[in-house]
């Protein structure tokens, strides 16, 4: 049984910093692509950053290229998000999901998911 377990969520001011970890389980990810997505209220799931788990490979949202990092801890199996300059913008919720193979940036294509963590950025 895959299980996604996100936690670092929380409240900042606009400029701080929040650090997302998300702790995969159940199976070997060496082949699988995680990917943080995020969802405000009465928009649309958007990824925000994505890595495959070799590491080689890394994607990010033209909105959080240069603000956000996304890394792996193959010895944890974590996936961290790191946050940085955050804008209120940014505020939704964040999920942690992974799929077999290379990154997508299509949530639909991602078979496991995380419950989710609230970011929430005041200005």
């Known amino acids: 049984q895959v299980q996604l377990v996100e936690s670092g969520g929380g409240l900042v001011q606009a400029g701080g910093s929040l650090r997302l970890s998300c702790v995969a389980s159940?199976?070997?990810?060496?082949?699988?692509?995680v990917g943080w997505f995020r969802q405000a209220p009465g928009k649309e799931r958007e990824l925000v950053a994505a890595?495959?788990?070799?590491?080689?490979?890394?994607d990010y949202a033209d909105s959080v290229k240069g603000r956000f990092t996304i890394s792996r801890d193959s010895a944890k199996n974590t996936v961290y998000l790191q946050m940085n300059s955050l804008k209120p913008e940014d505020t939704a919720v964040y999920y942690c999901?992974?799929?077999?193979?290379?990154?997508?940036?299509?949530?639909?294509?991602?078979?496991?998911w995380g419950q989710g963590t609230q970011v929430t950025v005041s200005s």
């Open positions: 999901a992974a799929r077999w193979g290379f990154i997508s940036g299509y949530h639909l294509q991602y078979n496991y």
């Open positions: 159940g199976r070997t990810f060496s082949n699988y692509a």
């Open positions: 890595i495959t788990w070799s590491g080689g490979s890394t």
